[in-house]
């Protein structure tokens, strides 16, 4: 027998806390054996070395609507969230699904080289035509064979801030997005937040879909929504099907209405997404000195159970004109502004944007290399996970579905000594 691809001499990534040396053997779209040593050959084979062979990562925070448009009518320069706001409010009048996909099909692909093979994406269902989430639905379709694709319905200007927006977020729901989303500290009232919140659970108890709130993005520690999150999830039974995106006001609260919180959390098992590259640079803007790192108490978080992943948010849009796609690049901020420096600590860094980040997408059960579960997997240049993140390490190859996806030949430096 011989099978259609083996990957040999691989430090695996089974699982968080496990590596072990092994060959790993794909047959079609699945991975069919893994071996200390398999003795049978593979129609293709590649040595990796000893070098780390992971679960793909996962962007499980990003916005493919408003990617790749920095500078569109005009640069964001208070490099304020709310100015970022009113310059894609200006760009999206002249949005198409073509100039949609365009960018996002561009972006998925940037993500892909380096490894991302399951991205969660928010469509700003705000607009009255639907544009965004017709073109990122169909990028969806089209990307099916090489990327997981999830759209959320995110009403980016407030579901109750005009009559018609409760009405499209529903509609966009019914068209197939995955996920319903929410933004209650953007509603005009604290009232209006609340019954956001609860709208949301509605929407996604009605047809069956999973939540992504934006929530407490802001620094003002009078922004309490999640409490309503976490009361909901709790009520509804929802649990894990539930995430709560951002909630940068978690690391204003006073520590003890922190701790009551945690004491909820415990019972709810909701996901939190953090974005730090997005935090660290949009959050405490208004702070003099000390500024606030304007980051959700990740460290806290992890360390109570909950399930935690990081997102790249945006990538060179109205609220950040950087980022490259790389998920490397946020564990690494997160390491530092969340000051997770121990070893166990940048480990989970590493976690938070792979196996956290696919529990959080609820696709946990055909992730990770096993047999007999979908072939994605990615070979990195380093041998473990704390290098990986040290030296943002390249994704030498790419495996989606099977096949070879991608493959960056890492940049070598020669140092001529005298
Ligand atoms: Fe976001």
């Known amino acids: ?20 040396t092994a060959d790993v053997a794909l047959s079609g779209k699945k991975i069919a ?23 793909p990562f996962v962007e499980s925070h990003i916005h493919l609507d408003s990617a790749l448009t920095a500078g569109e009518p005009r640069p964001n320069e208070s490099g304020t969230l709310f100015e970022g706001i009113s310059i894609w409010e200006e760009r999206k009048k002249s949005l198409t699904v073509e100039d949609v996909k ?7 692909k940037l993500q892909a080289q380096q490894g991302i093979l399951f991205v969660r994406t928010h469509a700003d269902v705000s607009e009255s035509n639907l544009i965004a989430l017709r073109g990122l639905l169909e990028v969806r379709e ?14 980016q200007d407030g579901i109750y801030s005009r009559p018609e927006n409760e009405l499209l977020l529903e509609k966009a729901i019914e068209m197939g997005a995955d996920v319903v989303g929410g933004i209650p500290h953007y509603e ?12 949301t659970f509605e929407l996604a108890e009605k047809y069956d879909r999973l939540i992504d709130i934006h929530c407490d993005e802001i620094d003002d520690e009078q922004s309490r929504f999640l409490e309503v999150v976490v009361a909901c999830a709790v009520r509804s039974g929802l649990g ?25 959390l415990g019972r709810s098992r909701i996901n939190f997404i953090a974005n730090p590259l997005i935090n660290i640079t949009l959050q405490g803007r208004t702070d003099t000195y000390p500024k606030r790192r304007g980051i959700t108490r990740v460290k806290e978080l992890w360390k109570n159970g909950s399930n935690v992943s990081f997102g790249h948010d945006c990538i ?23 000051q997770m420096t121990g070893l166990s600590e940048i480990d989970a860094c590493y976690d938070m944007v792979t196996g956290n980040g696919a529990k959080t997408l609820s696709v946990e059960n055909d992730y ?9 997997l990615i070979v990195l240049n380093v041998g473990n996970r704390y290098e990986a993140i040290r030296m943002r390490s390249p994704v030498r190859q790419v495996f989606s579905r099977g096949k070879l996806l991608a493959e960056t030949k890492p940049v070598q430096s020669i140092f001529y000594d005298g």
């Open 316 to 338: 060179r849009d109205p609220w950040y004109g950087l980022g490259t796609g790389n998920m490397l690049d946020v564990a690494h901020m997160a390491v530092h502004v969340c």
């Open 1 to 20: 027998m011989s099978y259609d691809l083996i990957l040999r001499n691989c430090r695996l990534l089974r699982s968080p806390d496990v590596t072990e």
């Open 368 to 376: 990770g290399i096993e047999v007999g579960k979908t072939a994605n």
């Open 33 to 55: 054996a893994i071996a200390p040593r398999i003795e049978a050959p593979g129609e293709t084979e590649y040595d990796v070395g000893g070098n780390l062979v992971s679960p």
């Open 240 to 264: 894990a099907r539930v995430t709560a995106s951002h909630t940068t006001a978690f690391a204003s609260y006073p520590n003890a209405y922190a701790l009551k919180l945690m004491g909820l």
């Open 188 to 199: 005009f009232t604290r009232e209006d937040g609340v019954k956001s919140v609860h709208r």
């Open 142 to 155: 089209a990307v099916k064979d090489w990327m997981t694709l999830q759209v959320v319905a995110f009403p």
């Open 102 to 108: 365009k960018r996002a099909i561009a972006t998925l």
